[in-house]
């Protein structure tokens, strides 16, 4: 769980970033890229858009206002990259590590 100050046309937002968040927001950019790769089914996915859209938008605090609401989204959305890189960036550092392997002394063989 992430705190986090989220400021919007001179509004301060408060947002605690869960889990529950961050999927909706993935979710949320599924839907965008499905909307932009068909756009014969924008009709169909707006709706989920619009309902995910409120979902995140209802974990700020103050209540968020309608001119505010795309700002705020786009910087959630920004949060939410961050951190998966900030994710990815520690994973492939963690594994990144090369160990040198151990050397084994082989024993001579007296005659």
Known sequence: MITKQIEVNG???HL????QIINQVNNLKNLYSTAY???????QV???????????ATAAEPKVSDSD???????????V???DAEVKKQLNGHSTKSEKPKKT??????K
């Not at 605690?16 to 889990?19: E, I, K, N, P, R």
């Not at 002394?105 to 007296?110: A, G, L």
């Open 11 to 13: 509004t301060s937002f």
């Open 16 to 19: 605690v970033l869960t889990d």
């Open 37 to 43: 790769e068909d756009p014969e089914s924008f009709e």
């Open 46 to 56: 707006s709706s989920q858009i619009s309902s995910t859209i409120n979902e995140i």
């Open 69 to 79: 609401l795309d700002g705020l989204i786009q910087e959630i959305i920004k949060e």
């Open 81 to 83: 990259e961050n951190k």
């Open 105 to 110: 002394r082989k024993k001579s063989k007296s």
